[in-house]
DNA sequence: CGGCTTTGACCAGCGC
DNA sequence: GCGCTGGTCAAAGCCG
């Protein structure tokens, strides 16, 4: 379990053939939540579409100080999500505009996507509703607050639920095969193009 | 030796 | 007010 470790510095999600493309046949975007930054409601909510490989299920802006607070993500999805998220320093109501949060559930065999990003982990926890523990990552870029948890669906394994919190203040040199992905891949192409917005949304072009 | 993971403890918010 | 739960910290150990 040592993905996040990107032993690579080219970013091989979906770029390097060994590693697991999303993809592949093992790997299907299943649900995409992302933030489209409507203001902190559900306007850009999208409801949950099984046949696609990704489905929008949630969105959400989310302000209060580093590490996110306030309200939690709503979704449709049939399993609950523990997007609750609380920080400490932020119970004073700081209505500071944070960042963004963005969540992907994917079926796949790996437990951490790299994204192109270096990732620490820094706390693992089991949570309720789910046997299989939840591993918080933080963005190893000096300065960069975007943390990362991932788990393990809890009603289905073969799923990992991956959740961004934050903006990267830093390029992101996989941003140019994520353009690049989309350019070569027609079919479904609005699937691609709402993962991109997804990860744009953390990844700013530099 | 430096950077990372592991893991238990601690803290804060929320619901009852 | 209290207990539960999620999120974070930090020390210790591991690994390249």
Redesign the pocket.
């Known amino acids: 379990?040592?993905i996040?470790?990107n032993p690579s510095p080219n970013y091989p999600i979906f770029s390097d053939e060994n590693f697991i493309n999303p993809f592949m046949d093992n790997f299907d975007f299943t649900d995409l939540i992302f933030d489209v930054n409507e203001g902190g409601n559900n306007n850009g909510f999208i409801p949950e579409e099984t046949s696609s490989p990704i489905s929008i299920v949630s969105s959400e802006t989310f302000t209060g100080e580093?590490?996110?607070?306030?309200?939690?993500i709503t979704t449709s999805s049939k399993k609950e999500p523990?997007?609750?998220?609380?920080?400490?320093?932020?119970?004073?109501g700081e209505t500071k505009e944070m960042g963004h949060r963005v969540a992907f559930r994917t079926r796949s065999k790996i437990d951490v996507m790299d994204d192109g990003y270096?990732?620490?982990?820094?706390?693992?926890?089991?949570?309720?509703?789910?046997t299989n523990k939840?591993?918080?990552?933080?963005c190893?870029n000096e300065g960069c607050t975007v943390?990362k948890?991932v788990e393990r669906d809890g009603e289905d394994a073969a799923y990992v639920i991956t959740?961004y919190?934050g903006v990267h203040n830093h390029e992101s040199p996989s941003h140019v095969y994520y353009n690049d992905m989309v350019l070569s891949y027609d079919h479904d192409n609005w699937n691609q193009h709402s993962l991109l917005q997804a990860i744009q949304q953390i990844s700013p072009p530099y």
């Open positions: 379990m040592n996040s470790q580093s590490g996110g607070s306030g309200s939690g523990t997007f609750g998220c609380k920080s400490r320093g932020s119970k004073d270096k990732w620490r982990k820094y706390g693992k926890k089991s949570v309720k509703n789910n939840r591993n918080y990552y933080k190893s943390k948890r959740t919190d």
